[in-house]
Every structure is written in structure tokens, then in C-alpha cells.
């Protein structure tokens, strides 16, 4: 008995890898929704979170969320992506995606999407909000959404 416990504890604490079961992509679903944010999650003198809510985008459980940012709203071309692994139990996604090196005391335009491993989008973007980065010691936390005005 003490022999089969000791055998079974062995077997799961070295577990390998290669012999896990791969599941296949799980059903896409029909329409991916941001329900909530995009917002600010922490900025600070060198790190920024920007987090935000989905529907289980489902397809491929190794998924992106990407932030597309910049200075001018009209040309974001800067680019941050963070791995996340889709929980099939979870009927939402939480995306949090770290920028780096941004300057103090600017002003930031940006907008989120996610994407599969294989670089498909999932078919919603967010509209482009706004954060100011903060000064020498300061922090910023949580922060709600600052829309952009749109041209008329």
C-alpha cells in the first residue's frame, strides 16, 4: 500500500509534458464583445496595465491581448502583447497587457483587440481611449476609460 501511495505521489509530481493530452481548439464563438473597459489599470514610472473584459473568445486556448498605442490618436504605432491561456470553464476573458517605457508625463492614445496564437483576430477592437503617464513618483491607479472624441 505504502509502496502504490508512493508510486502515485511520484507519477504526478513529475509529470511529462510530452504525454499531456492536447485538446483541440474549442468551439469559436459567434461574436466576440468587450464588456467591460478598456481601462487603466496601474501606471507608474516604469509600468503601465492596460486591462480589459471579453466573452470567451474560444477557438485556440493560447490567445493575445494586444494594445495598440501612441502619441497621436491617428497613428498608433506602437505595439504590446501579453500570452493568456483561454479557460474553457470561464464564460468571460480577462486581458492585461504591460507597455513599457513610456515617457513620463504624456499623454497616450491606444486601443485593444485580442488575437489567436496564429495571429487571427478575434474581431473586436475597442475605440481609441486616452491616459496621461504620470510624473516622478507618482501613481496612477485604475483608472476609468478616457474616450477619444470622434471627428464629425
Not at 477557438?59 to 479557460?87: C, M, W
Amino acid at each position: 500500500m505504502t509502496l502504490a501511495i508512493t508510486v502515485l505521489a511520484g507519477s504526478l509530481l513529475s509529470s511529462n509534458p510530452a504525454i499531456a493530452q492536447l485538446l483541440p481548439p474549442g468551439a469559436k464563438t459567434a461574436r466576440v464583445q468587450i464588456t467591460q473597459g478598456p481601462e487603466l489599470e496601474l501606471a507608474n514610472g516604469y509600468l503601465t496595465i492596460i486591462r480589459w473584459t471579453t466573452n470567451n473568445p474560444g477557438g485556440s486556448d493560447e490567445h493575445f491581448g494586444v494594445v495598440q498605442y501612441g502619441t497621436d490618436p491617428k497613428n498608433l504605432n506602437e505595439t504590446a502583447k501579453s500570452h493568456i491561456r483561454l479557460n474553457r470553464g470561464h464564460s468571460y476573458t480577462v486581458f492585461r497587457v504591460r507597455l513599457n517605457g513610456l515617457k513620463p508625463k504624456t499623454t497616450y492614445y491606444y486601443r485593444v483587440t485580442s488575437i489567436e496564437s496564429n495571429g487571427k483576430s478575434d474581431g473586436e477592437e475597442s475605440a481609441v481611449n486616452r491616459f496621461t503617464t504620470s510624473g516622478p513618483g507618482e501613481i496612477v491607479a485604475a483608472s476609468p476609460p478616457q474616450a477619444v472624441p470622434q471627428p464629425k
